[in-house]
């Protein structure tokens, strides 16, 4: 009786505060926790600093995957233990987290525990929200459990049993919660052409990064007219989005010394190219030298990297709905109409305020960025333009800048990779909060473009 009581104290004073100032505190909590978890001796072999352990930490909770050192010869079992744990928090979500642990202990969400999970799913209606985080537990379970299975039977015969089991159980919780986060030096490198890891591992951040509301569409007994508008256009998204991203990374890559060239025959070729294609827009594995790839590629990956994946799931930035309807809304403009339609619906003019306030600030934060690392670095500025992409989009790809980083540029970073996973719950707040004006003034036109 004390504990609920005290909870239902709390949570009342916590409900005096936004709901993305609470999650985003939480967050930089969890990320406190975790670098002075990688800060203690049984964590790492080798000495590690504050800003080290910082860097991970934050780089683990939010599902990044950018690192400043080697994560598999620095860190013990226990301190890759930990950053598997902030992997799957930040993955999963801290509101629902503490969701499932208040429902086994049998205790009541209450409305502003269902605001908070509002918008740490970024779901906009709080109808079958606690249905949703069923589905996301099994999904959740399912998925990383099949996932360490099957690449036992690739790392075991390889690395031994124990290793090789704990090797799968890492890179299968790193591939869903799509952070990129691999105990190898070189990534997934020497399994380029393994058959394993190039259908489970995109298996599993496909499935992550493609949203719980759309598979829980999907699974559901629905017929696929009876989808949501949501679904229809992430599905569409997706299934434009990777052939594009394989196809470019196979034309570009080719004959490439340095990547595919470097390969005998197509086989090999391709399945590089379909491995490297779709895990850039959010999942930040390698399996070839992103740091010799050509500079047109370099492009395509900053791109892909900054649409991301899915809403409500795993992946980072301005995600693929937001795309597409900024692209239906700018076909919308070209052919004279006054309203958005997608699949015999009709998207009001609030959607497309809030993806063009998205995409504008999304913007913002990153030539920010970019415009503070090459004021403070000496490095090539397409390298800092795509580490600044990686840690916006939350992917984790790098071209080797990330160890060049100074202590002013590892504070950078970090603050995109928490805007990246953090900011948009904030965003979207502010944008659901409607204001009624008291007074409404008369109309002018401004002369644009």
Same mark, same amino acid.
């Given at each position: ?19 993305? $100032?609470? &999650? @985003?505190? %939480?967050?930089?909590? #969890?990320?406190?926790? /975790?670098?002075?978890? +990688?800060?203690?001796?049984?964590? *790492? ?54 969701? $499932?642990? &208040? @429902?086994? %202990?049998?205790?009541? #969400?209450?409305?502003? /525990?269902?605001?908070? +999970?509002?918008?740490?799913?970024? *779901? ?42 704990w090797a799968a159980a890492f890179h299968s919780i790193s591939a869903f919660n799509n952070a990129g986060f691999s105990t190898f030096h070189d990534g997934l490198v020497g399994y380029a052409t393994d058959p394993v890891v190039n259908v489970v591992i995109p298996a599993l951040f496909i499935i992550g990064g493609i949203g719980y509301v759309v598979l ?234």
């Amino acid at each position: 009786m004390r504990l609920r009581r005290r909870l239902a104290r709390l949570t009342l004073w916590v409900g005096h505060f936004p709901p993305p $100032l609470i &999650l @985003a505190l %939480l967050y930089a909590v #969890l990320i406190a926790l /975790g670098a002075a978890a +990688l800060k203690m001796p049984v964590s *790492h072999h080798v000495p590690m600093s504050w800003s080290d352990a910082i860097f991970t930490a934050t780089s683990a909770v939010t599902v990044t995957g950018l690192t400043v050192f080697d994560i598999g010869a620095n860190l013990t079992w226990f301190g890759e233990a930990v950053v598997a744990f902030l992997i799957q928090l930040g993955g999963l979500g801290l509101m629902t987290f503490a969701v $499932l642990v &208040l @429902a086994a %202990l049998g205790m009541p #969400l209450g409305i502003t /525990g269902h605001l908070f +999970l509002r918008e740490d799913l970024n *779901h906009n209606s709080m109808h079958q929200l606690m249905r949703l985080v069923g589905t996301i537990l099994r999904v959740v379970v399912v998925c990383e459990l099949a996932g360490a299975i099957f690449l036992a039977l690739t790392f075991v015969p390889r690395l031994g049993m124990a290793e090789g089991l704990w090797a799968a159980a890492f890179h299968s919780i790193s591939a869903f919660n799509n952070a990129g986060f691999s105990t190898f030096h070189d990534g997934l490198v020497g399994y380029a052409t393994d058959p394993v890891v190039n259908v489970v591992i995109p298996a599993l951040f496909i499935i992550g990064g493609i949203g719980y509301v759309v598979l829980q569409d999907v699974t559901s007994p629905k017929r696929p007219r009876a989808w949501s508008l949501h679904t229809k256009i992430m599905l569409l998204g997706t299934a434009i989005l990777i052939p594009w991203s394989v196809a470019c990374f196979a034309v570009l890559e080719w004959a490439n010394p340095g990547t595919l060239g470097a390969l005998d025959g197509w086989g090999p070729k391709l399945i590089v190219s379909w491995f490297q294609g779709v895990t850039t827009r959010t999942a930040g594995f390698n399996t070839t030298d992103i740091a010799a790839i050509h500079d047109s590629t370099a492009l395509l990956f900053i791109s892909l990297m900054l649409v991301g994946g899915g809403p409500a799931s795993t992946a980072g930035g301005i995600k693929v709905t937001t795309f597409v309807v900024m692209l239906l809304a700018t076909i919308a403009f070209f052919r004279r109409q006054t309203q958005l339609h997608a699949f015999g619906r009709s998207i009001g003019l609030e959607q497309v305020l809030k993806v063009m306030a998205l995409t504008a600030i999304s913007v913002l934060v990153v030539f920010t960025a970019v415009f503070l690392m090459t004021a403070s670095h000496d490095g090539h500025f397409l390298d800092i333009a795509f580490e600044v992409a990686s840690a916006f989009g939350t992917v984790g790809l790098t071209r080797g800048f990330t160890g060049e980083l100074t202590e002013f540029g590892r504070a950078v970073i970090i603050g995109v990779m928490f805007l990246g996973r953090v900011g948009p719950l904030t965003l979207g707040f502010f944008l659901a909060t409607r204001t009624v004006p008291r007074i409404r003034y008369p109309e002018a036109s401004v002369h644009l473009g």
